[in-house]
């Protein structure tokens, strides 16, 4: 298919075609096997993580329960495109059908959603260890963690769910050509023909924003409290704080990274660097957050010493 066969009128039903990077071969090669390792070190690390909270009886704490499932949201988060990135690396034809594109925004903002609230769960977690750590079991119960998880489940798909039907119902009668190397809200909003597309846009920012900026605001609390605690407190506490240095490192490179993104107009940055800093957010963080974690954090590096001596 074409893409002057693209340009269609009235159609209920589009394809997409995904222009991507550069299509020479020598470029297509490295960016697939680029890929390639960035996708088997994303499983492999996180799976690893994931191992070692459950077998690991001293990670069984609400700390490394939320670390199981950020590392499970890692790999759901990255599968969403990396496999649809690496089977376009050769294909002539990028092709995506309308409801592949749709599919593929609402798990993209379903997890990136959930990874968000989930990153404030755990800073709320460790701001009642460190601020309040005799009331600590009892306000942080196995029901409590639960609860935390539920929440962020249903909030990122909730949310998901509503933008995916808003921009399901744009109309495209235009050039079906997505300048980018996967479905994304703002990419699709460039290619409507909706005399409405910056009411759509504003809705769908606000939607995204409420979860985005109130789990960054809720995260940002958390450390202006623990970090007033430490300085109030002393030595004990600031022992304490070393188990924040991983968390706090991960969620300033997940809410950083998404900040640029969405909050750099598009149209001041060439299409390069649009593509750089999606891959940036959405398929280099969720692979350096079990790297963070395994070299920052003596706890899980101390399960893997274990581990690897068990397997000897």
């Not at 929440?151 to 744009?170: C, D, E, K, V």
Request: one cysteine or more.
């Amino acid at each position: 298919m074409s893409p002057e066969s693209l340009q269609r009128g009235n159609l209920s039903s589009p394809m997409f075609l995904l222009l991507g990077f550069s299509s020479a071969y020598r470029a297509q090669v490295t960016l697939c096997l680029c890929f390639s390792l960035v996708y088997l070190v994303t499983v492999l690390g996180n799976l690893l993580i994931m191992t070692l909270v459950w077998l690991d009886a001293h990670l069984h704490s609400p700390m490394y329960f939320f670390l199981g499932h950020l590392s499970f949201l890692d790999i759901c988060y990255s599968s969403v495109t990396l496999p649809k990135i690496l089977g376009d690396s050769f294909s002539p034809q990028r092709m995506i059908s309308f409801v592949g594109c749709i599919t593929q925004i609402y798990f993209f903002l379903c997890f990136g959603g959930s990874e968000c609230i989930l990153l404030a769960a755990m800073a709320y977690d460790r701001y009642l260890a460190i601020c309040h750590p005799l009331h600590y079991p009892a306000l942080m119960s196995k029901k409590m963690c639960h609860c935390l998880v539920a929440i962020s489940w249903l909030s990122g798909s909730f949310s998901s769910l509503i933008q995916a039907f808003l921009t399901a119902r744009l109309p495209f009668c235009g050039s079906n050509m997505i300048d980018h190397l996967f479905c994304e809200v703002p990419f699709l909003l460039k290619v409507s023909c909706s005399p409405n597309a910056p009411l759509n846009k504003a809705t769908l920012y606000a939607l995204a924003g409420t979860i985005a900026v109130g789990s960054f605001l809720l995260t940002l609390m958390s450390y202006v409290h623990i970090i007033g605690a430490v300085l109030q407190k002393g030595a004990g506490t600031q022992r304490a704080f070393a188990t924040c240095t991983s968390h706090l490192t991960v969620a300033s490179l997940f809410f950083g990274t998404g900040a640029i993104v969405y909050l750099v107009p598009h149209s001041s940055s060439s299409k390069e660097m649009d593509e750089v800093l999606a891959l940036l957010y959405a398929v280099v963080t969720p692979m350096l957050n079990p790297i963070i974690y395994s070299l920052r954090n003596s706890e899980v590096k101390g399960a893997i010493r274990k581990a690897l001596n068990r397997g000897v």
